[in-house]
């Protein structure tokens, strides 16, 4: 079935025309040969896989545990007793004591 008869355009015709001669349709639909796939269909398609029996098998892989942070990273409370906030006071904290 063609393009044309999906669509639903007219098929040409070969009425008013002499010597049997066929008129073409104003609009003439190509469909790709070759159609390419757009980004993500691309890279699904063409994603690596695993494929060996041994690759299958391995399972994810085991890091150490991170260190614990330092001081100046750790969340800790000032003297008053109050947790520090995150913002213009703890920027102003520590220009002061520089």
Not at 44 to 53: E, F, Y
Not at 59 to 85: I, K, R
Request: net charge positive; hydrophobic share 25%.
């Amino acid at each position: 079935m063609s393009a044309s008869a999906i669509l639903g355009l007219p098929r040409p015709s070969t009425t008013g025309f002499p010597s049997g001669a066929t008129r073409l349709p104003r609009l003439v639909i190509e469909c790709s040969s070759r159609p390419q796939k757009k980004a993500t269909a691309h890279h699904k398609k063409t994603r690596p896989r695993k494929t060996q029996a041994w690759d299958i098998k391995r399972g994810p892989t085991v890091y150490a545990p991170l260190p614990p942070l330092p001081p100046e990273w750790s969340f800790a409370s000032d003297e008053s007793g109050q947790p520090d906030s995150v913002g213009a006071s703890d920027s102003n904290s520590n220009t002061k004591s520089q």
